[in-house]
Nanobody, 120 residues
């Protein structure tokens, strides 16, 4: 029912920029927050950034000052990534914590991920 589709990944050189998008569709009545995670080769999935209802944001120390999370306040989340480093290479996943219409409980929804590769 609820679908999250990431896009915008690709191959860039160190120091370059990418903007990831996460399009959300389906019957989410209320969104508590939206997050970006990433998982590099041979690594565990790690949290990258969060934006909560109201617009407050938080970032992992590894991306603070370089990445910016935002939304269009409708159905899309973004992750602007600047000054990319090889260590940023990972599959990036969008996560939405929201309550489906007609419910009072919040659930986590995940996209399938988009690959970001940063070359030296």
């Amino acid at each position: 029912q609820v679908q999250l589709v990431e896009s915008g990944g690709g191959l860039v050189q160190a120091g370059g920029s990418l903007r990831l998008s996460c399009a959300v569709s389906g019957s989410i009545f209320r969104i508590n927050d939206m997050k970006w995670y990433r998982q590099g080769p041979g690594k565990q999935r790690e949290w990258v950034a969060t934006i909560i209802s109201g617009g407050s944001t938080n970032y992992a120390d590894s991306v603070k000052g370089r990445f910016t999370i935002s939304t269009d306040n409708v159905n899309t989340a973004y992750l602007q990534m600047n000054s990319l480093k090889p260590e940023d290479t990972a599959v990036y996943y969008c996560n939405v914590n929201g309550a489906p219409g007609g419910t009072t409980f919040f659930y986590d929804y995940w996209g399938q991920g988009t690959q970001v590769t940063v070359s030296s």
